[in-house]
């Protein structure tokens, strides 16, 4: 797989992945074999009701999975469509593994898929977005 690619300067501000930005997530991916991977432990700064993540957060890691898994192979990437489905409570203070990968390619769209789990393996979270590549 590619090396994850720099970030330009402005994208250090990034609210997911920037590492400049004060109130950002910080989300720091990898690349382990074919899939784009982060670990991430959210403190309640981030919860809706008591414990749990809010679910807009929960739905920015997974973007995040996959359209930086697109950025970082250096495709230029915006999502088009993006289906969440939250399976169980992704709880606060918990050790988190988000995941991102390429499904498949048509034309100018990558259909992607993206998880949020325990370190278990219990999947909290999945998405899947259909990304359209630009120039």
């Known amino acids: 797989m590619a090396e994850v690619k720099e970030k330009l300067p402005g994208e250090a501000y990034c609210f997911a992945c920037g590492p400049k930005n004060p109130i950002g997530l910080h989300l720091d991916f ?3 074999a074919d899939k784009y991977v ?11 009701y008591d414990g749990v ?3 807009g957060i ?9 359209g ?4 970082s192979t250096g495709e230029k990437a915006v999502t088009a469509r993006l ?23 048509r034309g100018s769209f990558v259909n992607m ?3 949020i789990a325990l370190t ?16």
């Open 30 to 32: 990898h690349f382990v």
């Open 38 to 48: 982060a670990e991430k432990n959210l403190s309640r700064e981030y919860q809706s």
């Open 68 to 71: 930086g898994f697109l950025y």
């Open 83 to 105: 289906d969440v489905r939250y399976r169980k409570p992704t709880p606060v203070g918990a050790d988190l593994v988000i995941t991102g990968w390429e499904e498949g390619r």
């Open 53 to 55: 993540v809010h679910g």
């Open 58 to 66: 929960v739905t920015t890691m997974l973007d995040e999975a996959m």
């Open 120 to 135: 278990d393996g219990t999947v909290t979270a999945e998405g899947s977005a259909k990304m359209a590549l630009v120039d």
């Open 113 to 115: 898929k993206a998880t």
